[in-house]
């Protein structure tokens, strides 16, 4: 006889996994580990799938990097368009190696920044992979470039300014925090760091 009560049997394939959430836990793996440090087995643990799941949804190992990459910029973004519009950009320069000092030394997560230092050398089988951070380090240059570039045009800056140079001085600053809080420095030596940049930066100031 059917026993009228029992819970109906469940087919098919079982819930899907919340991509948000296995992407934060794979880009928090990258890292930590770095890109050829992740294995997959690292991923597979991390996120709670399988590897036929991770390839499934994702395609690849380098796949699966692009979009934490693009997880961690929408996550961790602090150099908006919006501060970039603000009329005194030496101010928000400043306030951003300060915010970026605060965030490499955040212990809820690893240390340092996931872009500013990822892959800077690595197998030939992953240059592909390199050139991708390496694009995404040089249009932040741009990006500072152009504006800066804007601000000498209004008047913010001092004929002697030189966007690029300065431009480039900003993500030499960024990436050598970022290798320093990688290294154990703690949140009051990256500000004093801070600090002095944002002192450099002001002397171009009209």
Known sequence: MKNE???PRRRG????????????????CFWRRGYEGT????????????????????????????????WYGAAF??????SLERPDTIVTLSA????????????THPRGCMISTAVLGCAAENDQVANMVANLRETTIFRLQKRLQRAKVEGELRSNADP???????GAIIQ????????GASRAELMAI???????LLRYCA
């Open 5 to 7: 009560t029992s819970a």
């Open 13 to 28: 394939r079982p819930p899907a996994f919340c991509r948000d959430d296995v992407l934060a836990k794979a880009a928090e």
């Open 39 to 70: 294995s997959i087995v690292d991923l597979t643990t991390a996120m709670g799938i399988t590897p036929q799941s991770l390839y499934s949804a994702f395609g690849s190992k380098a796949d699966l990097y692009r979009e934490t990459l693009k």
């Open 77 to 82: 973004a602090t150099l908006t368009e919006e």
């Open 96 to 107: 951003w190696v300060k915010t970026q000092a605060m965030l490499f030394t955040d212990l």
């Open 164 to 170: 690029a140079a300065l431009a480039r001085f900003v």
């Open 176 to 183: 050598g925090m970022s290798v320093q809080a990688r290294d």
């Open 194 to 200: 801070a600090r002095l940049a944002e002192e450099e």
